[in-house]
């Protein structure tokens, strides 16, 4: 059972959709549909899912980033500040971006769209921090950003060189330092070891262990790589088609993973000395445009049961860290 800790962040019946007008004809994309999450202090929570489940959007919904054709439908966000829950939702443009200095950081996917191609790292540095804090001078953001960049054991040299100029893993490590570099109490991390091969990707996932142990804060990572979330997160949230449909510690989860969907992502990851085929997830993800009755997995599930195609079920709590939206596990 893991400690209990103070919950960061918070949400209740999160609905997002993006409204898109196709041939004339309008689609609710429903990417994020009904999403309830705790995410507690010092911890790493992961987020898994094919791609097109709602991962990006949910971490943008979050983020509180709700710019058209995205749309937050319903629930509420929740931070902690201060000792108290804010409903972030509800805050004023100003008060977003002072949030955004204080308390919460975003590592989006790919780390070139971060930076200005024209300008050396430390220019990248010095736009980021001193758009959040007008009264730093030059100097004390570039002595603040080689602070950083010595702590995660960066070379000292990078701030003067080019992004163009520096490997696709060094460039996202950069990323996480620039993430980091306002020490925010949660920073969200989309896909940071994609297009990276293993060897760079261990020093990426080390890169930010090493940042969420010195910051002692909070990281939210989404990735569909099972093998990135077994060597960094503490707990995993299974996303599909824009539902939590299984979460635990990241022990249960591979251990014991209950939903069916959880079970065919852990079973096709490929283990030492066993040559068997991987059985991958049959059939295809479902149009988050056009999402089917009931359970949304049971035209793929094969222990699918008539109730499944007509009820979404609720969580069952295998325990207390241990829920599972599966009418095969516990009540449904």
């Given at each position: 059972m893991i400690e209990k800790k103070q919950t960061v962040l918070r949400t209740e019946h999160l609905k997002a959709s993006y409204i898109l007008e196709i041939q004339g004809?309008?689609?609710?994309?429903?990417?994020?549909?009904?999403?309830?999450?705790?995410?507690?202090?010092?911890?790493?929570?992961?987020?898994?899912?094919?791609?097109g489940c709602g991962k990006t959007t949910l971490l943008k919904t979050l983020f509180n980033e709700i710019v058209p054709p995205l749309r937050l439908v319903d629930g509420k966000i929740y931070y902690r500040i201060n000792y108290e829950e804010v409903d972030v939702t509800k805050i004023s443009p100003e008060e977003k971006r002072k949030l955004r200095m204080e308390y919460i950081s975003y590592i989006p996917q790919g780390s070139m769209s971060v930076f200005n191609p024209v300008l050396k790292i430390k220019g990248a540095f010095e736009d980021f921090i001193g758009s959040h804090i007008k009264a730093q001078s030059r100097a004390e953001i570039f002595e603040l950003a080689r602070k950083r960049i010595l702590e995660l054991g960066l070379p000292k040299n990078i701030l003067d060189v080019y992004p163009?100029?520096?490997?696709?893993?060094?460039?996202?490590?950069?990323?996480?330092?620039?993430?980091?570099?306002?020490?925010?109490r949660i920073m969200i991390g989309d896909e940071p070891t994609t297009a990276l091969d293993v060897v760079v990707q261990r020093g990426v996932i080390q890169m930010l262990k090493d940042v969420q142990k010195s910051l002692k804060n909070t990281i939210i990572l989404v990735t569909h790589d099972m093998g990135v979330h077994a060597n960094v997160a503490d707990r995993i949230g299974i996303m599909y088609a824009g539902k939590i449909v299984e979460e635990a510690t990241t022990e249960q989860i591979f251990a014991q993973p209950k939903h069916p969907y959880t079970q065919f992502l852990i079973n096709s990851l490929p283990k030492f000395g066993d040559k068997s085929v991987r059985e991958s997830v049959p059939g295809s993800p479902p149009s988050l445009a056009d999402l089917p009755q009931g359970c949304p997995f049971h035209p793929r599930c094969p222990h699918v049961k008539e109730i499944c195609r007509q009820q979404m079920p609720d969580f069952s709590h295998v325990d207390s860290n241990h829920r599972v939206a599966c009418w095969l596990v516990g009540e449904g």
């Open positions: 004809t309008q689609k609710i994309v429903k990417a994020v549909n009904d999403v309830d999450l705790q995410i507690y202090e010092n911890e790493i929570y992961g987020i898994a899912g094919e791609s163009h100029q520096l490997s696709g893993g060094m460039r996202q490590r950069v990323t996480i330092a620039l993430a980091a570099s306002l020490n925010p």
